[in-house]
């Protein structure tokens, strides 16, 4: 995929919860135009700004073409709400990127926004993503979005953005610049001259390595937080609600620490198979550039072994939804028992997340 043909301009990619733009009347929409607006008045180069995967035209191997994007120093931009973390399309592109950017030291690529909801992502955040975005340095524009398009907060904040963005595609173009200098054939294919095939093999090989036993132990905590939130919840019946709320902080302690190992154990799997994912589009990339026909099988040997196990999960992850759609009613009775179901519910968000990760590996082909 050639990503930056003569005449094109720089990329940025956004991700968004679309319900966000609904409630603040197309403000992020609105925010890409202004910002396009903006790069063109300060720089005079164009930039591409891509809203959807629709618009893209990447198809159902997305994940595949962000290799090829980050090499290319397109940019991603989450544009965050605490609702974006919500949503799992969210959630899979910013750790789709943040993983792949990572493994090609260009982590620099990823700029996120938050335009409301600051105060919540915070580095000590149950939610994983949340500390990711805390990580990386957001911008915090919720008072240009709170002051509305063409105010004062919102043409310093564009500026402000705009600004940052110069400063990273320079960053980038000079990578870039001495790349291309390379002289060497597989560098001129794999468009990175620290790339390394063989440490890419041995990496994947220690994440398949961790991978089976994050599996069984992400497994044995699904199985007791489902056991013991069942087991509690039949102990329910019609009563007073002053008996319902003795009730439900009894059921508090009882599923506090299951639901605690339960995001621990799928947190770490998660991770993995994030690890795992982008070294393997990165090897299949190299793989296809390069045809090599040993190092296909031996990708194709890991893949199964690293997804061994995988399909153990999937029972528990399919047959859950009817239990948490329960505990949305469980959940009001007491703040004590929301706050300790609350670990378990992040912990099943996470497996849901590496289940369908494991899934996009089953049609993912080096030949």
């Known amino acids: 995929m050639d990503v930056n043909p003569a005449g094109q301009g720089n990329r940025i990619f956004v991700s968004y919860a679309h319900l966000d733009d609904e409630l603040l009347n197309q403000a992020v929409e609105y925010f890409t135009k202004d910002l396009r607006s903006f790069y063109i008045a300060k720089t005079g180069g164009a930039l591409d700004i891509f809203f959807d995967r629709e618009s893209i035209g990447w198809g159902t191997d997305w994940r595949r073409s962000i290799d090829s994007e980050l090499r290319g120093a397109s940019i991603f931009m989450p544009i965050i709400t605490m609702q974006y973390f919500n949503r799992p399309a969210c959630r899979e592109e910013l750790n789709a990127f943040h993983g792949s950017a990572e493994l090609l030291g260009a982590g620099y690529l990823i700029l996120p926004v938050v335009i409301l909801g ?202 859950l939804a009817e239990i948490l759609e329960m505990l949305k009613t469980m959940e009001i009775m007491s703040v004590p028992l929301r706050k300790a179901i609350k670990p378990g519910r992040i912990g099943f968000t996470k497996l849901q997340d590496a289940m369908k990760t494991v899934e996009g590996w089953q049609g993912l082909s080096v030949r």
Do not use: Y
């Open 118 to 319: 600051a105060s919540g992502i915070l580095a000590d955040s149950q939610m994983p993503e949340v500390r990711l975005i805390e990580s990386l340095q957001f911008e915090n524009l919720e008072e240009a979005f709170l002051a509305g398009r063409g105010t004062r907060e919102w043409r310093e904040a564009l500026s402000r953005i705009t600004d940052k963005l110069v400063s990273v595609i320079a960053r980038a173009e000079e990578s870039l610049a001495s790349v291309e200098s390379s002289e060497s054939p597989l560098e001129a294919v794999s468009g990175d001259e620290d790339f390394d095939l063989f440490q890419h093999f041995e990496d994947l090989n220690q994440i398949g390595e961790r991978l089976a036993p994050e599996m069984e132990g992400a497994t044995r905590d699904l199985t007791t937080w489902c056991t013991a939130v069942e087991g509690e919840m039949q102990k329910f019946g019609a009563t007073s609600p002053a008996v319902l709320r003795a009730q439900s902080v009894v059921m508090a302690r009882a599923v506090q620490e299951p639901s605690l190992k339960l995001q621990s154990s799928a947190t770490a799997l998660a991770q993995s198979v994030t690890g795992a994912d982008a070294l393997l589009r990165s090897m299949v990339g190299q793989l296809v550039g390069v045809n090599t026909s040993h190092g296909a099988e031996l990708a194709e040997k890991i893949m199964a072994d690293i997804t061994q196990g995988s399909s153990d999960l999937q029972p528990f992850v399919d047959g």
